[in-house]
């Protein structure tokens, strides 16, 4: 990867992901009437640590979590190769609060697929979104997170890549 910009460092990153559960209890708890949903597949690992860290805090809280695919909403599905994943919704989002979380959102085209493959699962009473890394000059739809880790410019030519091996990081980097 030429051209490679750290934006987070793993201290970092957890701190960032810590800030968003708070902001989440801060807003959601007893989350009673609210699920939290992941979007398959980088958003899992993110909504994987937030879930466990809300629990962590408050283990009497009973989330709804869930993990949606949106490989056949997405706009682009014939025209490129996708590998789809499996989506568990253990639970109805009927009139309940749903709160996305994604990765990084770029275009905004990810979230309009999420949302058309919510509404085949039930009609929620509100979604809200929550991103890890908003590309915030780049969107093709107006889409806006209610949530954000860490808001960056960038330009087309740029990516962004939310690392979560060994070196846990998250990097921007020249894609040409």
Not at 16 to 45: D, M, V, W
Not at 109 to 134: F, N, P, Q, S, Y
Request: hydrophobic fraction near 40%.
């Amino acid at each position: 990867m030429n051209g490679v910009n750290t934006i987070m460092e793993e201290d970092q990153l957890k701190l960032t992901l810590k800030r968003l559960s708070h902001e989440l209890i801060e807003n959601h708890y007893p989350f009673a009437e609210t699920c939290i949903i992941g979007i398959q597949p980088r958003g899992i690992a993110i909504s994987d640590y937030i879930t466990h860290y809300i629990q962590e805090l408050h283990p009497e809280v009973k989330l709804q979590y869930g993990k949606l695919d949106i490989t056949f909403y997405r706009d682009d599905f014939r025209t490129q190769i996708h590998v789809p994943s499996i989506t568990e919704l253990p639970f109805s989002i009927e009139n309940k609060k749903v709160i996305l979380i994604d990765d990084v959102l770029y275009t905004g085209r990810t979230i309009r697929a999420a949302m058309d493959a919510l509404l085949d699962h039930g009609r929620a009473k509100k979604v809200e979104l929550c991103i890890l890394v908003d590309r915030k000059f780049s969107r093709e739809l107006p889409i806006e997170p209610n949530f954000v880790g860490k808001s960056i410019d960038s330009i087309i030519t740029q990516k962004v890549k939310v690392m979560w091996g060994v070196e846990k990081k998250v990097v921007l980097y020249d894609s040409i």
